[in-house]
């Protein structure tokens, strides 16, 4: 996975809310955003990833990141975006949807400001973490895509 550095060692992220909290997606990977469309519910299915829906011809997997991290569920409102990214995974390029409450901003992260995720005190398993970032005074988790969706 590639960084969208500038000069000064940053990097550009989609900030995206899940419940309360703010995560960034890093921009590099993202294709678009959509509103929410119609899902289908595919059995014995992982529990993050529940669904599968159609993008313009194309069927992909619909990931909850807030399953993932252990947040509560909430119905889509009308804030309510699916991120629809592509990574690699084990060498395979992979498209996902994920749920966002809401999007807020295509920003960029000093990594001058990153911190190594804290092994304790996180509800979230840290290898699901790539780090964390300060934006608007605020700590901002940056997770680890390839790791939560593998």
């Not at 995560?23 to 899902?39: G, H, L, Q, Y």
């Not at 991120?83 to 749920?99: A, F, K, R, S």
């Not at 901003?105 to 304790?120: C, F, G, H, N, Y």
């Amino acid at each position: 996975m590639t960084d969208v550095q500038a000069n000064d060692g940053s990097m550009q992220v989609l900030m995206i809310g899940l419940g309360d909290e703010i995560f960034a997606v890093e921009a590099s990977i993202v294709r678009e955003i959509i509103d929410p469309v119609p899902v289908t519910r595919v059995a014995g299915a992982k529990p993050f990833l529940p669904a599968v829906m159609n993008v313009r011809g194309n069927v992909i997997p619909l990931a909850d990141l807030r399953i993932r991290f252990g947040m509560p569920c909430t119905a889509d409102g009308g804030d309510t975006r699916i991120v629809v990214i592509e990574l690699t995974i084990n060498d395979d390029p992979v498209v996902v949807g994920i749920i966002a409450d809401k999007v807020y901003e295509v920003t960029e992260l000093s990594k001058s400001s990153a911190q190594p995720t804290p092994r304790v005190g996180l509800r979230w398993k840290p290898e699901y973490i790539r780090f964390i970032a300060k934006w608007n005074d605020e700590f901002i988790i940056v997770p680890d895509m390839e790791r939560i969706l593998n």
